[in-house]
């Protein structure tokens, strides 16, 4: 079982490869990074989950004006891994928005070499990421170092 800091980290890894794959596709997505630096400060307690909802929300409202389904995909599953701060069963939303991406990309006699390639490539990278330990490599926003979820502090 992977602990909340390799979770985080793995989807954050993952958000990064997404988003770089969808500028290469279409530079007008680049003010996503806006939204993937918010929640990123949200994760070290930089900010409040107040600030970086609205961020996440954007994604994905984002990824519903987007009419390229493969695009509108990448774009969601970017948002499921920004929301895994939130909560780590995000990152099985951040799978199959990516898979389903993958899936309207490839031909359908290629789809479970796709598929076992892209689950093969998560299971590496969780890897790698348990080897850096990644509770000691940023600081981590009190909310996750004490494994709650987070709150909406009103003002």
């Not at 695009?71 to 499921?80: D, K, N, P, R, S």
């Not at 990644?134 to 981590?140: D, I, M, T």
Request: hydrophobic share 40%.
């Amino acid at each position: 079982s992977s602990s909340v800091f390799e979770v985080i980290a793995w989807a954050f890894l993952s958000v990064d490869r997404i988003y770089q794959e969808l500028c290469i596709i279409n530079a007008i997505y680049t003010p996503i990074n806006d939204s993937i630096e918010t929640v990123k400060a949200w994760s070290k307690g930089l900010i409040t989950m107040r600030i970086a909802k609205p961020a996440i929300l954007s994604v994905h409202r984002l990824a519903k004006e987007t009419k390229n389904v493969c695009e509108q995909a990448l774009i969601h599953a970017i948002g499921q891994g920004l929301s895994v701060v939130h909560t780590t069963q995000h990152a099985l939303g951040l799978c199959c928005y990516e898979i389903t991406a993958l899936l309207h990309q490839g031909s359908s006699t290629e789809m479970d070499t796709i598929i076992t390639h892209q689950i093969n490539q998560y299971s590496q990278d969780l890897k790698t990421i348990r080897l850096t330990n990644p509770r000691y490599q940023q600081p981590w926003a009190s909310f996750i170092v004490q494994n709650r979820k987070p709150s909406i502090r009103r003002s």
